[in-house]
Nanobody, 123 residues
Framework: EVQLVESGGGLVQAGGSLRLSCATS????????IGWFRQAPGKGREVVSC????????NYADSVKGRFTISSDDMKNTVYLQMKNLEPEDTAVYYC????????????????WGQGTQVTVSS
């Protein structure tokens, strides 16, 4: 059974930093693309970042490029999202996701979702 458990969300002032963690089980990074979606209040879910070992890609939404970094620790089966220079527009529930093989920008292609962690950035 695949499980994705996020942690690390919270309240931070604009310009601050947070690191989200996604502890995974039941899958391998070689077989699944792992990434992050987010959903802001009153909006739909959007992709934030993703990496795929299968084709060696790492992607970021334009709105977070240069500020967010996705990484993984194979020994801990954990994926991280380091977020710097946070903006109020980054306020959202952040979801860790996994889907077979390649990165996707469509939530319809996601196979597994974590429960989400709230990130709130105050101005």
């Amino acid at each position: 059974e695949v499980q994705l458990v996020e942690s690390g969300g919270g309240l931070v002032q604009a310009g601050g930093s947070l690191r989200l963690s996604c502890a995974t089980s039941g899958l391998t990074f070689d077989d699944y693309a792992i990434g992050w979606f987010r959903q802001a209040p009153g909006k739909g879910r959007e992709v934030v970042s993703c990496f795929s070992r299968s084709d060696g890609t790492t992607n970021y939404a334009d709105s977070v490029k240069g500020r967010f970094t996705i990484s993984s620790d194979d020994m801990k089966n954990t994926v991280y999202l380091q977020m710097k220079n946070l903006e109020p527009e980054d306020t959202a529930v952040y979801y860790c996701v996994a889907h077979a093989v390649f990165c996707t920008t469509s939530e319809r292609d996601v196979d597994y979702w974590g429960q989400g962690t709230q990130v709130t950035v105050s101005s």
